[in-house]
T-cell receptor
């Protein structure tokens, strides 16, 4: 099955600096890569996603890149703010029957220091 | 748009009893709903996938007789933990896919239910 690795497990940055989280996946059939932000005691919130036919996508301060050949994808957050502090999960998704099956990474706890 | 709710948000039950958790898509019809379990400081583990009117598909190692899933309509799925034991204590999260206009890959998550079995 799919295996998604995520690094680092924890990340502390100063407010205003950039944060980068990296993930790798193993299954070449994965075709959709969402990123989720999870605050303490809450469900994950989809923040950005990318499909396998796209190399890069940006939404304001958040960007995601995908290297399909190397099976790497990354999340970039620029101009970090304290409210960006949360746990971030990458995920790889592939078609399984009539739906997309999602495998999550292990999570990165991001702390933005004011 | 794409709001998913869960009820209850927290539940405490005694060992041996059953607990039902509801998951609702509030502003869209969810063709597929998913149930996850999350241990403290860990990632989400998929338990099962369900389509409206069909039997749920359980992941390997998940006991289908213990975790009963009913996807009664396009906006409601329920997870019943039967004969709960302390080791079933966890954070249970549902998600739904099928937002109109989207490519259908996105899953939108509920806020989760904290189950504590005493």
């Amino acid at each position: 099955g799919e295996n998604v690795e995520q690094h680092p497990s924890t990340l502390s940055v100063q407010e205003g600096d950039s944060a980068v989280i990296k993930c790798t996946y193993s299954d070449s059939a994965s075709n959709y890569f969402p990123w989720y932000k999870q605050e303490l005691g809450k469900g994950p919130q989809l923040i950005i996603d990318i499909r396998s036919n796209v190399g890069e996508k940006k939404d304001q301060r958040i960007a995601v890149t995908l290297n399909k050949t190397a099976k790497h994808f990354s999340l970039h957050i620029t101009e970090t703010q304290p409210e960006d502090s949360a746990v971030y999960f990458c995920a790889a998704s592939k078609k399984a029957g009539g739906y997309q099956k999602v495998t999550f990474g292990t999570g990165t706890k991001l702390q933005v220091i004011p | 748009g794409a709001v998913v709710s869960q009820h209850p948000s927290r539940v405490i039950c005694k060992s041996g009893t059953s607990v039902k958790i509801e998951c609702r898509s509030l502003d869209f019809q969810a063709t597929t709903m998913f149930w996850y379990r999350q241990f403290p400081k860990k990632s989400l583990m998929l338990m099962a996938t369900s389509n409206e009117g069909s039997k749920a598909t359980y992941e390997q190692g998940v006991e289908k007789d213990k975790f009963l899933i009913n996807h009664a309509s396009l906006t409601l799925s329920t997870l019943t933990v039967t004969s709960a034991h302390p080791e079933d204590s966890s954070f249970y999260i549902c998600s739904a896919s099928g937002v109109p206009g989207a490519h259908g890959y996105e899953q939108y998550f509920g806020p989760g239910t904290r189950l504590t079995v005493t």
